[in-house]
């Protein structure tokens, strides 16, 4: 989920330091609500998940918003000087560089190849129609895992040829 929602991200226009923590940051939330789904992760309170739609920004607005939308979730950002960043749970920044070691860790050698597909399936949509879609596209090539609680944390195999093949349907 990180890498795509990254991977996203840049087609949408985010540069990729950007689109790396707005990805992790996308991921985290998934995360999250899937845990308190599941029972295993209660909501912290004082910290609900409202998100106004009118709220979201594009990457030419984000200099000015406190939230941008990918894959359909409210992602809280802050402009650094090096750009603008997602912002952790713990209200820091996070930083594209921690993200790429939690994708080399994932991924390992695989990660060029695994990229280099979900970037050729991201080219494949304009971005307008991309942001419309993108979670629903994530849904088709995921990993399969066991559902609930026996899936929570489960490695699963990305097919690789999948996510090209959705590219060359589109």
């Not at 650094?80 to 713990?90: C, F, H, M, Q, S």
């Not at 307008?128 to 899936?151: D, N, W």
């Amino acid at each position: 989920m990180t890498l795509w929602a990254a991977v996203a991200a840049e087609r949408l226009g985010y540069a990729r330091e950007e689109a790396l923590t707005l990805g992790r940051a996308v991921a985290g939330l998934n995360a999250q609500t899937k845990g308190r789904r599941l029972g295993i992760m209660k909501r912290a309170s004082g910290r609900g998940e409202k998100f106004e739609a009118s709220r979201a920004a594009t990457p030419a607005k984000a200099s000015d918003a406190n939230f941008v939308t990918l894959l359909g979730r409210g992602v809280t950002v802050k402009r650094t000087p090096e750009g603008l960043r997602a912002v952790n749970k713990d209200g820091g920044v996070s930083t594209a560089e921690s993200v790429e070691r939690y994708l080399e860790s994932k991924f390992g050698e695989s990660l060029a190849d695994a990229r280099a597909a979900m970037k050729s399936l991201a080219a494949a949509y304009a971005p307008r129609e991309l942001e419309e879609i993108a979670f629903s596209l994530y849904e088709q090539f995921r990993p399969k895992i066991p559902p609930g609680v026996k899936g929570w944390g489960a490695a699963g195999v990305l097919d690789l040829t999948l996510i090209r093949k959705l590219a060359k349907r589109s």
